[in-house]
């Protein structure tokens, strides 16, 4: 079945620096591809998304871009903030079942000034 | 102005009660969804809804149950909680334009004591 990895975190970085979260995704036909981002407390905000191979979404100074030969979708940002610690999801849209989402296990990002 | 509303915010109960969690969206979206997320951040769908169709994750135990009693509601309700109930959970919807995305609630934390 379809399936979203993400790599683990934590993740801690200074500000300023470059983030990277790996996202490699398994899936039947050509899913839509999507980061969503929870702030602490809160519920999960799209973040971007991208529908096709080659698309790059971007949003916020976030980008990623939908790599279908090597099925990943990872997202980079090249100066992180302390307002960017959250948990990240990477999640596919499953076309064949409503476009539920099916999410990796979230990536929690800390950013120190 | 809230997209995707839930009540409560927040829910203590003990076990073997029966609880409702409402949700209520104002996009005028067509599909709308529940989603568990537990204490390590795994989200996963538990229904997905349509005014024709009602898609149930094989994993959900039937003391869950999805209600809508228009377009804009979908009402979860648990029968006879149990401890592994807790967790927070999330609604959202989608359709128009972007259907594939979806827009989440704020959450409702539900702890089974």
């Known amino acids: 079945g379809n399936s979203v990895t993400q790599m683990e975190g934590p993740v801690t970085l200074s500000e300023e620096a470059f983030l990277t979260i790996n996202c490699t995704y398994t899936a039947t036909g050509y899913p839509s591809l999507f980061w969503y981002v929870q702030y602490p407390g809160e519920g999960l905000q799209l973040l971007l998304k991208?529908?096709?191979?080659?698309d790059k979404g971007s949003n916020k100074g976030f980008e990623a871009t939908y790599r279908k030969e090597t099925t990943s979708f990872h997202l980079e940002k090249g100066s992180v903030q302390v307002s960017d610690s959250a948990v990240y999801f990477c999640a596919l849209s499953d076309r064949g079942s409503q476009g539920n989402l099916i999410f990796g296990k979230g990536t929690k990002l800390s950013v120190k000034p | 102005d809230t997209a995707v509303s839930q009540t409560p915010k927040y829910l203590v109960t003990q076990m073997g009660n029966d609880k409702s969690i409402k949700c209520e969206q104002n996009l005028g979206h067509d599909t709308m969804y529940w989603y568990k997320q537990d204490s390590k951040k795994f989200l996963k769908i538990m229904f997905s809804?349509?005014?024709?169709?009602?898609?149930i994750n094989e994993t959900v135990p039937n003391r869950f149950s999805p209600k809508s009693p228009d377009k804009a509601h979908l009402n979860l309700h648990i029968n006879s909680l149990e401890l592994g109930d807790s967790a927070v959970y999330f609604c959202?919807?989608?359709?128009?334009?972007?259907?594939?995305?979806?827009?989440f609630g704020p959450g409702t934390r539900l702890l089974v004591l």
């Open positions: 991208a529908t096709k191979a080659d």
């Open positions: 959202a919807s989608s359709g128009g334009g972007t259907k594939e995305t979806q827009y």
């Open positions: 809804y349509n005014n024709k169709e009602l898609i």
